[in-house]
């Protein structure tokens, strides 16, 4: 099993800046590929980034590209998205998940976090 909790959330203004953090606890965090997800209100749960167990490969939605940026520490069992240039259309609740194989299927993810509000407001 793995646990991830999810944090840095929050109202930030157009334009502004977020980081969030995922904090893995029980086997092996550098086992696994992490990936964020995040839903908007009615709509369904969708990819923005995930990157590989070293972090050597990273991926993005086309949405966030060159916005949104991926990251990880193992040594922490931790992982990171940093947000900047935020929109209203970024609103909604972020999930951190992990897997074996990463990417921007859902399904290849076995654990989830409860997830994060970020709200940007115009």
């Known amino acids: 099993q793995v646990q991830l909790v999810e944090s840095g959330g929050g109202l930030v203004q157009v334009g502004g800046s977020l980081r969030l953090s995922c904090a893995a606890s029980?086997?092996?965090?550098?086992?696994?590929?992490m990936g964020w997800f995040r839903q908007a209100p009615g709509k369904e749960r969708e990819f923005v980034a995930s990157?590989?167990?070293?972090?050597?490969?990273?991926y993005y939605a086309d949405s966030v590209k060159g916005r949104f940026t991926i990251s990880r520490d193992n040594a922490k069992n931790t992982v990171y998205l940093q947000m900047n240039s935020l929109k209203p259309e970024d609103t909604a609740v972020y999930y951190c998940?992990?897997?074996?194989?990463?990417?921007?299927?859902?399904?290849?993810?076995?654990?989830w976090g409860q997830g994060t509000q970020v709200t940007v407001s115009s």
């Open positions: 998940a992990a897997g074996l194989s990463g990417g921007r299927d859902m399904a290849s993810y076995f654990y």
């Open positions: 029980g086997r092996t965090f550098s086992d696994y590929a």
């Open positions: 990157i590989s167990w070293s972090g050597a490969r990273t």
